[in-house]
DNA sequence: ATAATAGTGTCTCTAAGACATTATATT
DNA sequence: AATATAATGTCTTAGAGACACTATTAT
């Protein structure tokens, strides 16, 4: 027992406060940027241009600041990538194994992004490409545009994985689907989405029953255009009011 | 750009590498155990004899050591208050605001454990008091045995309102109810964790079909004793080859 | 007119809720 | 015998899959 802080009051404990006392991990938070185009899930990668792992590729991340939230650092390592302002953001998981860093212990706070396809330039997207069925889980591939797979630094590949494992579980009860389309969409863009996340055809009816029924979508009365067939309604996500 | 990391390989880089260079967050693990007994939810709970926030009640928590996992951390939290060797443990969300330890900044990676209610005395358990319904979300209370709401360290009250929230969403999905109960169960004290834990009464006939039709449960061809009705058939919990 | 996709209506099948009935233990 | 709960069987209802059919655009 400390008697320099047992029985103290708070304030006075934390005059005494020594936070160097401790050796400490660092923090970094890393961001999954997705979007769904072409019936393929698609991430957000940068080159590594410094050790450790230089030439791989790697979720954008950063340090946390001493002063800065968990999301706030989030957006900070999306913002010179995507107009991150007011992107889908959402914590997935925090991993920790000792050994997943080789500079020094570096815990990864992850997070993941959803925008729509429309909002980001094709060119730093990577495709990915998922070996496994639904929800198992398991590291994930990415492959550049020439179809040869990306080496990705640290466990990048695990956390992609979890990304897509956790869509895959949140996506019938919660309006992620909503957040890769843009603000007026088809049926049939919503069902594609829910395809590609998925890794599995839906059947279309009841796809189309389920979300009608669910009273998450607000028709806009407008239709699509330039398609060579019948134009499809135009829908709007509101969110809905639990029952 | 640093000359000195610059286009150097990962040795050459590794060695010159000054972890104290940043100044960093503290990260702790703080875990929430939580039983099933007599339709309600317990959680163990410590009081806190040092500052900050001395005598004010807290998930058991610790700092992370720099070569453990996660995991390791919070099992060891665990440690001396319950024979963690082999409780259920997964990790839930990592809290990160700036100002919720007020002695510096302290990431707190959170764990919820899962165990009978057999396993543990009820010396430290506190009963868990849920003011919202479904998966609305947010704080929780936790009373004492005079039914006395007790002052939560920090941001406790949140986090065990994200682990509630957290099982209600998962119960019908994976086996988290089972390991709330012994090895050997009735379907009648299964249904009762699962009531519990969701806050509503559910419908006796489908939830026995359910479970049954889970492929999940094995019968055991064994009764419940000392009871003073009809004793019902044990079940043991099988891990479901996926389909 | 033809092609292509949007959208509607209906039948079937499965799973959940409701309820009645039978079974088996204790007192 | 009376009581309490376990366990089974059946009817009804809601939602998903399947499929046929109609609607609306471009070429």
């Known amino acids: 027992m400390n008697d320099r802080t047992h029985g103290a009051t708070d304030s006075e404990f934390l005059a005494n406060y020594d936070p160097a006392e401790f050796e400490r991990p660092s923090v970094a938070v890393d961001v999954a940027l997705l979007t769904v185009a072409d019936g393929v899930l698609r991430v957000l990668l940068v080159e590594r241009e410094e050790p450790p792992q230089a030439g791989r590729w790697a979720l954008p991340g950063t340090f946390v600041r001493m002063d800065e939230s968990l999301e706030d650092a989030a957006r900070r390592a999306l913002a010179t990538k995507a107009h991150a302002a007011d992107v889908f953001l959402e914590q997935l998981y925090t991993f920790g194994a000792p050994e997943r860093d080789p500079r020094t212990r570096v815990l990864s706070v992850a997070y993941y992004a959803l925008v729509d396809a429309g909002r980001l330039a094709h060119a730093d997207l990577r495709r990915i490409r998922v070996p496994w069925e639904g929800e198992d889980g398991g590291p994930v591939e990415v492959v550049a545009t020439d179809g040869e797979a990306l080496s990705l630094a640290f466990d990048h590949a695990e956390i992609l994985g979890v990304v897509v494992k956790r869509l895959r579980g949140k996506l019938d009860y919660s309006p992620i689907g909503f957040q890769l389309l843009p603000e007026c969409f088809t049926l049939r863009q919503l069902q594609d989405v829910h395809e590609t996340i998925l890794g599995r055809p839906l059947n279309k009816d009841s796809f ?36």
Chains 1, 2 share one sequence.
């Open 208 to 243: 189309r029953r389920r979300m009608l029924a669910s009273g998450q979508l607000e028709a806009t009365g407008q239709r699509e255009d330039e398609v060579e067939h019948r134009p499809a309604e135009l829908y709007r996500f509101v969110h809905r009011s639990a029952v």
